[in-house]
């Protein structure tokens, strides 16, 4: 590693799914001084490169741990938030589904004030990142650091997908394409049997660069304004605090939740709070913190039947064994192997429910064994409309600030996840998986009228680790920063992440996530928009 300067062009505060790509970019410019700072450390672990033992590290010291408040919707539960503390983020906890989400997402962006980011403006920056194997054609990308190829399924998720068919979905091999409303075997970040998360992706390559410093358990305390402009950067390792000198620009890209904290502990937030927690404002944003978004997630399980038992022996010593020697097996799995959107509701715009096919028992962030073969079917309720907040309590660094997803505010949220239940209870019935279906698990089917399914997910809802919208594009009354990612107020602090987008997107987050870091870096560059390619319509999957 290079060493430590007193200033750098460019200061990145998180090495996550878009820090990642934010920082490797920069660095491509050899007369740009970067500086990358990350609160956790290095990603090659087995927890981390076996893509079937992501859940594992729920609750260990590479998860951020955190739990939002007490939630009145869903009878005062508190839900876990596992947040990826370690090099790569999110990129390198998460279930590695790359889904973009809809076309009408972006476009409705636009129409919510972010000029430039319409479907056809962000394909490219999804093209630029993606180095797809199976997939050629103008929607997709090849030669990009991030490795994306589809998912080789077990075969028990195999005949739930003909289920999906017969039920009534379109067999799809895409559903980052022409179209996102139907059913088919998932697109993940792995390459050769392993995990390919972004810090493998893109700073692998870029970490040799002499202009790029990467500091690792650097816990980013608050930015420093003066005269309206960043101007150095404080943080911590250990007991040590260090402040680093700003010559251009600082991105924050610490995530839905770990951003809005640190603009809150700069001053940048709403002053009411602020002041109320000790901070001296310096730019009163009111929506700093505010309008957190995130999926609801409902998991309906059945036992197996017959002779399958999917992957519920995978925890068997010999997988690992297979698995250390080949990268292949049931430990190369990402665990969510299909995925089905539909919408609950014929009029809507776009999907608004996710089926995610599992071909094991999973409940409770895979915490809670059952004792025989199951499957499971998720249903990511990806049309929300619930917002929350992630506020501060004091101006320590150390500790978290208060998350109140609110989830589930309204009561058509419930009635849309209990008409995505009886679809899941639909498909489970079909021919396709007649000696494979046995006993269904949860809800049960003692649990059947609308509000006796109602009570039950309000009663054991979780979500599906999506955080977004806590530094939204927006106008200062409504958001954080502009179109170009730069925060109101300070024009040299930037916003990289999940956070900055003004309405979360319907499907998986991680795949917009490294679009906004690519658009980030591309608007510090200067660059002039991506060209698109002719008769292009949509970045992603229409509605």
Known sequence: MPPMKSSYDVIVCGAGAAGSVIAARLSEDPGRSVLLLEAGGHNKRLS?????????????????EYWTEPEENLFGRSLHEPRGKLMGGCSSMNAMMYVRGSAYDYDSWVDQGATGWSAEECLPYFKRSEDNADLHDRYHGKGGPMHVETNDPDPVTRRIVDACVEAGFERLDDLNGAQQEGVAFTQVNHKNGMRHDAATAFLGPAQKRPNLTIVKGALVHRVIVRDGRVETVEYSQGKKVTTVGANDEVVLAAGAFGTPEILQRSGVGPADHLRSVGVDPIVDLPAVGRHLMEHPFQFVNWELAGDEIGLADITHPKHLAQWVATRKGKLSSNVGEALAFFRTDPSLPAPDMELVIAPLFFWEHGKVAHPRPAFSIGLSYVGPTSRGSVMIGSS????????????????????????????????????????????????????????????????????????????????????????ELRVHGVPNLRIGDASAMPTITHGNTHAPTLMIGERCAAFIRGEKAAPVAAGTAAATATA
């Open 48 to 64: 981390v490169r076996a893509p079937a033992a992501f859940s594992s590290q729920f609750n260990s010291k590479l998860d951020w």
């Open 396 to 483: 320590d660094p150390t500790q978290k600030g208060k998350v109140r997803l609110n989830m589930l505010s309204t009561d058509a949220e419930v009635a849309a996840i209990v008409r995505g239940v009886h679809k899941a209870r639909e498909v489970a019935a079909m021919p396709a998986l007649a000696g494979t279906r046995g006993l269904e698990l949860n809800p049960g089917v003692w649990v059947e009228d609308d509000y006796a399914l109602a009570q039950w997910v309000r009663s054991t809802v979780e979500h599906t680790y999506h955080p977004t919208c806590t530094a939204r594009i927006g106008t200062p009354e409504e958001g954080a920063c502009d179109a």
